[in-house]
Nanobody, 122 residues
């Protein structure tokens, strides 16, 4: 079992920055971590993912060049640095964990956090 907890959400103005953190605990060896988001009335969508070593990463087209995913395995923590935020980035952001390789598919992830709200005001 893996326990996942996100933090770092908040309210920021258009063009601002936030850094989300996700801490995983439990059986967490050789796992990939991903970020997804869900806006009101929309489906949960992929944002970014990173492999256990950090050597493989993937980003949604909508966030490329603005968001950066990274991880610190000593702390079992993954980060999502979000720059140049836009009102359309407003959503609940979820962290997820899966074994082995990264995936952009929501259903591939086994463990999820409760989410953290990010609101970008115009």
């Amino acid at each position: 079992q893996v326990h996942v907890v996100e933090s770092g959400g908040g309210v920021v103005q258009d063009g601002g920055s936030l850094r989300l953190s996700c801490a995983a605990s439990g059986r967490t060896g050789n796992y990939a971590m991903g970020w997804f988001r869900q806006a009101p009335g929309k489906e949960r969508e992929f944002v970014a993912a990173i492999s256990w070593t950090g050597g493989s990463m993937s980003y949604a087209d909508s966030v490329k060049g603005r968001f950066t995913i990274s991880r610190d395995n000593a702390k079992n923590t993954v980060y999502l640095q979000m720059n140049d935020l836009k009102p359309e980035d407003t959503a609940v952001y979820y962290c997820a964990v899966k074994e082995l390789m990264i995936s952009t598919t929501r259903g591939a992830y086994d463990y999820w956090g409760q989410g953290t709200q990010v609101t970008v005001s115009s």
